[in-house]
Every structure is written in C-alpha cells, then in structure tokens.
C-alpha cells in the first residue's frame, strides 16, 4: 500500500478547515455568506454591512454601523510612500494586479488593522489606473460608502444611485466563495503566525493566476468579436471546435449554474435598463444562450453552465470599468473575505502543514572524483 493513500492531485476533496464563512454546494448550485443565500445578501446588503457580517458573524448595528464606516473612511488615504511606489509602477506599465500587490505592503507603514488593509485597497487600486492613464489620483471622500467612493476615485463624478448598487452587488457576490486558492494560500500564511498584511498579499499573489481569478476580461471579449446575435453560433462553433475554451462557463466546483451568475446577470439587467441602453445585455444573453446549447452538444455530460465570470464582465463593463480592472475590483471585495478567514484561522490555529508523497529516486550516491551521481545496487 502506499504511504498516502488519499493523496489527491489538487487537493481536491480534501477537508482542511472548518468555517462559519460561507458554503459552496457545487451539486445543489447553492452559495451562503455566513448564513444567508449570496443573492439575498448582495441585492440588499451595503458593503461594509457583509464585511461586518464575516468579522463578528452577525449584521452590525446602527451605531457599530456608522462607526465602521467612519474607521474605514479614516484609513483610505494613501502615505506618501505609497503614492511614490504607485508612480513608480505606472511609470513601468506593470500589472494592475502586481501593483495593488506591491503596494498594498506598505499599508504596514501606517497601519496593518484590518479595517486600513480593506480601506486603502481601493485607493491603491484606483490611484493606480489613473496613475498608468496619464492622470493624477483623486482623494477619497470620508462621506461617500466604499463602492462609491471607489467608483468616485475612479473618475471624479459622483456616482448615483444605481451604479454604486450595481457595485455594491458585485463586491457583496464575490466576498467569500469557500477554500479557493487565494483564500487557502491566506490561511496557509497566518498558520505560520505571519501578520494579516503578508497574509492578503500573499492571497492578492495567487489570485492574479489565470486560473483563479483573470477569465472576466475574455469572456467580454468573445461577446465583443461576436458583435450580433445572428453570429453567435458561427463564433461559438468555430472556437469550440478548435479546442478554445468558452470563458464564463464551466466551474471547478459548480456543476449547475453558477448561482452567482444569476445574481450578476440581475443586477446587469438592472443596470443596463436604467441606463436606457440594453444592447449589449441583450447580445450578452443571447451569446450565454447559444453557448449552453453548443457545450451541451459538443460536450454531452460534462455540464458547463454559466460562471461568475461572464456576468461580472458584463456588470463591470456597465459600470464603467476598463477590463484591467476586473481583477483588481474583485480583489477589493475577496480582502475583506480573506482578512474573515485569517481572524477565522488565528483563532483556533493549527500550522497548516500536509503531507507530500516522494516519487523521486533512491539509492543515489555522490562519487569523490567529482561532481557526478550514480546508482548504486
């Protein structure tokens, strides 16, 4: 028998903690954050009222309320040091991810509360895309909400009601979403006893790979080259019978649709409707349509719906967000998230240290005429 019987490529199927954060039923198409269905808390819940809700497990109250969000505003603004990494990585056109990664270490200057890391993310985050465009940051505003005051760095306009809504949605969706990569790489590292701050960089490092966190931008794209309804099926096939993967569908976990794509896909609608200008939410779902149809054709059985993907490109893209910025926003949300599971794990820690299974050589030993291995028996 081997020595690790339940080894498991990916870890896959591997229980590694307890967590009152939120449950993913992959089977059942079914998300709760701390008790409650994902699209009941998003569609009603300001942001600041589902991180309080992951921190302390229950909704804040009137007073904590405002007094969270004042500690919040109290943080948003960037240190020097900060602003001058920021220039520096606009002035080499990095990565908004390797930015936000880079400078959010520098939160420790200040601070390393966990309300100054999620306060000062969007500042980052938003400095930054101003910074690389040629334009200089925009302060934060203490009396704005954190969605808007994001969206208000972003451009300098207030943003009414129904696009802060429309943010707001999203960062409440995607808060949370089980033991996924960025969120176990945070508990790995505070296992060790590391600080929060090393913790939600180390998370923003694993998010930033393509496999986690970066399909928002393609899925816009294939809807984009698509360009009307009446070519959906000409694109579709052409790319499927090619090998390409239709991004915004298929899950890790999910084997009915997304539930967070019908979140999304409500609050895109919303969106859009208000705005007078539903061309694109309508092409968008006749392309969702036709992909269903065509996956389930070339790929019977394997049951690749609808992600969180395809409607966050959507959303974001309504709301004025350049795709460079997809990944980042959704980092802004998974902080708090991260910084739960972080206070989750410090608070009945164990060192997080599995197993690996050898499947090297043996029996190898080091000649003294130099510096060549051989076998020996």
């Known amino acids: 028998m081997a020595p690790f019987p339940n080894t498991s490529g990916g870890l896959e199927g591997v229980v590694a903690a307890t967590t009152r954060l939120s ?3 992959g089977e059942a ?6 008790g409650f269905p994902v699209g009941e808390l998003a569609a009603n819940a300001t942001f600041e009222e589902t991180t309080w809700l992951l921190w302390h497990g229950d909704l804040p109250s009137e007073s904590d309320f405002d007094a969270f969000q004042a500690e919040l505003a109290a943080h948003r603004a960037l240190p020097p040091a900060t602003l001058a990494i920021l220039r520096e ?5 990095v990565d908004a991810m390797d930015a936000l990664r880079i400078a959010l270490g520098t939160v420790s200057l200040t601070s390393s509360e966990p309300t100054a890391i999620v306060a000062i993310a969007p500042t980052i985050v938003a400095s930054f895309a101003r910074l690389i465009d040629g334009n200089e940051p925009i302060a934060p505003r203490a009396d704005l909400g954190h969605a808007a005051n994001y969206l208000y760095m972003l451009n300098g306009a207030e943003p009414d009601g129904e696009r802060v809504r429309g943010l707001e949605t999203y960062l409440n969706t995607v808060v949370d979403h089980g033991l996924n990569a960025s969120t176990f790489t945070c508990r790995v590292i505070t296992s060790t006893g590391s600080d929060l701050v090393s913790a939600v960089v180390g998370a923003i490092g694993a998010l930033k790979g393509p496999l986690h966190g970066g399909a928002p931008g393609p899925a816009l794209e294939t809807v984009f080259e698509i360009g009307t309804a009446s070519r959906a099926e000409e694109v579709l096939r052409r790319k499927i019978e ?13 084997k009915v649709r997304d539930p967070r794509a019908d979140v999304l896909a409500a609050a895109a609608e919303r969106l859009f409707t208000r705005g007078g200008d539903m061309r694109l939410y309508t092409l968008a779902r006749a392309v969702e349509r036709t992909a269903l149809r065509l996956l389930e054709e070339y790929k019977p059985g394997r049951r690749l719906q609808t992600n969180v993907e395809f409607y966050t490109a959507l959303l974001l893209h309504g709301l004025g ?6 990944t980042p926003t959704f980092a802004i949300s998974r902080v708090s998230g991260w910084i739960a599971h972080a206070l989750e794990q410090q608070a009945a820690n ?13 029996g190898r030993r080091w000649r003294e005429s130099g510096a060549v291995l051989e076998r020996v028996g």
């Not at 993967?245 to 890790?252: A, E």
């Not at 164990?350 to 050589?361: D, Q, T, W």
Request: glycine share 10%.
């Open 350 to 362: 164990r060192l997080i240290r599995p197993a690996s299974e050898y499947v090297g050589p043996h």
């Open 29 to 34: 198409g079914e998300l709760l954050i701390a």
């Open 242 to 254: 090619s090998g390409e993967r239709l991004m915004g569908f298929g899950h890790r976990v999910y």
């Open 321 to 326: 967000l350049e795709v460079p910025l997809f």
């Open 89 to 93: 990585c606009a002035r080499a056109r």
């Open 23 to 25: 449950h993913v039923d």
